[in-house]
C-alpha cells in the first residue's frame, strides 16, 4: 500500500476544516503528525480545529509548536492577540502527539574580547542546551572569566584569521548529540529557551540531515530586523564542516562545500543581535577586519563565488560603491555559472542598489528585472525595481517639466519654416507643467498654473475639473488639519 505523503494529509485536512468536520480535521491531522512531526501546517490545521471544537488551550499549545516551525508565518500575530489570554495545556493525547526523541545539545560560540555581552549570552543560552562551549580566541579582557562565571566551558584557540578554522576546532570540542552555533554578542529570546531540545529531536533521524536556520533579529537604531538566513544548528558526526575564512558558511557533508542545495528548515529560535547597528561595526572595526579577510580569500580562490559575494557586499556597505559595482559584476557572472550557488538574488540586490547609488539607474533596472526573472517569488528584488521605476518617473517627470518650460522658452522668438501650435505658448505648456506638478505632490503651484492656463481658455472643462478637484482636496486637508488641532487642544 503506499504511504500517504505530508502534502496528502494537508489536502485532506484542509478540505474537512472547509467542510466544518472539526472532530475529522482534528483525526486526520493527527494521524499525519505522527508520521511528520516537523509539519508545521498540519500544527496549524490542528490548532484551527481544536479551537473551533473550543478546545483553546491545546489549541495554542499546537499553535506553538506550528509557530516553532514556521517563526515567519504570517498568522501568527492575529492567532496571539485572539488567544493571548489563554494559558497552553496539554491534555495526554497532545502530550504524545508532541513528544519528540531526547536528543543532547551543545550551543557553541566563538569569542574574543566580548566581556560586555558573554556573560548574558551564555547565561541565556545555560537553560536551552546541555553545555555551552566557549571557544576564545585570545582574548585580553575579562571574557574568559565572565564565560565561566556565567557556566560556560571554554577551550583557548589561537586565532589564525579564519573563522571557519576557529568553528571546525570548536566543533571538534563538542560531546552531544547536535550542535548550535550562537554568537558571543546575540542573546537568545527566553520564549525560546525549549525550542533548541525539541527542534533537535524532531529532526533527528531526518535523511539528510537538514541544517537548521535560526532568526537572528537584528537591532539597527530603533528598527528590529528579523534575519532568516542564518544556518547554525546541525547534527554532529554527520560530516558537516565550516567553510570560509568570513561570513563562513555551513558545509554539507559531500563534495561541493556550501553550494550544494541541502534541507534547510528555519525554526524559531530567535537571537537578540546589535552587532550590525552602524555605531557598534564602527567601534569594532568590522568593514576593514571583514574586506580585509575576503580580499584573502578572494586571492585564495578567485574562482569561488562565494567570497567574492560577500567582498561585493561589504564593499558597499562600507562605502567603496565603485570597486563594489566591479566586484559584483564579476560575482553575478560567476554565480550566474555555478550551479547551487544560493546568493544570487542577495547579490543582484547590492548591486542594484550600489548602482543606483552612482545615479546609473537603467543599469540598476536592468539587473532588476534578471533578478525579478529569475527568482520570481523573492519579494525584495520586485520591491526594489519598483523603488527604481519610481524613482525612473519622478526623472521623467523633471525631464518633462524641463520639456514644458523649455517649449514656453522657445516660443515667443522661434521662426522657423516649420509652425506650431500657437496654444502651447498660450496654456497648454502651462496645462503640462501643472500636471507634473499634480503628479508630484506640489498641489499649490499645480492649482496657480491650472488656473493661470484657465484665464486663456476659461470654458476648458478639462481644466476646470482638476482645479475643482484640487480645491476639494485643499479643503479636506483643511479640516483634518483644524479637527486633529482641536482634538490635541482638549
Known amino acids: ?248 558558511q555551513i558545509a554539507p557533508p559531500s563534495a561541493g562545500a556550501s553550494l550544494i542545495p541541502w534541507p534547510r528548515p528555519v525554526v524559531r529560535i530567535r537571537v537578540d543581535h546589535a552587532g550590525y547597528d552602524p555605531a557598534v561595526v564602527q567601534r569594532k572595526g568590522k568593514w576593514d577586519r571583514n574586506i580585509r579577510l575576503l580580499r584573502q580569500a578572494v586571492a585564495e580562490a578567485p574562482h569561488d563565488v562565494v567570497p567574492l559575494g560577500f567582498l561585493g557586499r561589504d564593499l558597499f556597505l562600507a562605502g567603496h560603491t565603485e570597486e563594489a559595482v566591479e566586484v559584483l559584476r564579476q560575482a553575478e557572472t560567476l554565480a550566474v555559472a555555478t550551479p547551487g550557488y544560493g546568493r544570487l538574488a542577495e547579490l543582484r540586490q547590492v548591486l542594484a542598489e550600489a548602482l543606483w547609488r552612482l545615479g546609473r539607474l537603467d543599469e540598476a533596472l536592468a539587473v532588476t528585472e534578471r533578478q525579478t526573472t529569475d527568482a520570481p517569488t523573492f519579494p525584495g528584488g520586485w520591491y526594489l525595481r519598483a523603488q527604481l521605476q519610481l524613482a525612473q518617473a519622478v526623472t521623467l517627470l523633471d525631464a518633462a517639466a524641463e520639456g514644458f518650460q523649455t517649449a514656453l522658452q522657445h516660443a515667443p522668438t522661434y521662426r522657423g519654416v516649420v509652425s506650431f501650435d500657437s496654444q502651447i505658448a498660450t496654456w497648454k505648456a502651462l496645462v503640462g507643467l501643472a500636471d507634473v506638478a499634480k503628479l508630484k505632490g506640489r498641489w499649490d503651484e499645480a492649482l496657480r498654473l491650472y488656473e493661470q492656463a484657465r484665464t486663456v481658455v476659461p470654458d476648458n472643462a478639462a481644466i476646470s475639473q482638476q482645479i475643482r478637484y484640487l480645491q476639494t482636496q485643499a479643503a479636506w486637508v483643511h479640516d483634518h488639519v483644524t479637527s486633529q488641532r482641536l482634538g490635541t487642544a482638549r
Open 1 to 248: 500500500m503506499e504511504k500517504t505523503t505530508l502534502q496528502q494529509y494537508e489536502v485532506t485536512t484542509a478540505e474537512l476544516l472547509r467542510a466544518g468536520r472539526w472532530s475529522a480535521a482534528q483525526a486526520r491531522a493527527v494521524e499525519g503528525l505522527m508520521h511528520f512531526p516537523a509539519g508545521a501546517q498540519l500544527w496549524v490545521y490542528l490548532g484551527e480545529s481544536l479551537e473551533h471544537l473550543g478546545q483553546r488551550g491545546p489549541a495554542r499549545t499546537a499553535y506553538d509548536r506550528a509557530w516553532m516551525l514556521d517563526p515567519a508565518a504570517a498568522w501568527v500575530p492575529a492567532t496571539w492577540a485572539r488567544l493571548q489570554h489563554v494559558a497552553p495545556t496539554v491534555p495526554d493525547w497532545l502530550e504524545r502527539v508532541l513528544a519528540v526523541p531526547a536528543v543532547t545539545v551543545t550551543a557553541a560560540l566563538i569569542a574574543r574580547d566580548e566581556e560586555d555581552t558573554i556573560g548574558t549570552a551564555v547565561a541565556r543560552l545555560i537553560p536551552a542546551v546541555d553545555e555551552v562551549l566557549v571557544v576564545d580566541t585570545g582574548s585580553t579582557d575579562a571574557t574568559v572569566a565572565r564565560a565561566r562565571e556565567a557556566g560556560a566551558r571554554v577551550v583557548a584557540y589561537e586565532w589564525t584569521d579564519d573563522f571557519s578554522a576557529a568553528r571546525n576546532f570548536g566543533l571538534e570540542q563538542v560531546r552531544t548529540d547536535w550542535v548550535l552555533w550562537v554568537d558571543a554578542d546575540e542573546w537568545l529570546f527566553p520564549e525560546d529557551v525549549a525550542v533548541p531540545r525539541v527542534v533537535a529531536g524532531l529532526f533527528h533521524a531526518a535523511d539528510p540531515p537538514p541544517i537548521l536556520r535560526i532568526v537572528q533579529m537584528n537591532r539597527i537604531g530603533s528598527v528590529v530586523d528579523p534575519n532568516y538566513d542564518s544556518s547554525r544548528m546541525f547534527r554532529v558526526g554527520q560530516g558537516f564542516r565550516w567553510v570560509g575564512r568570513i561570513h563562513e
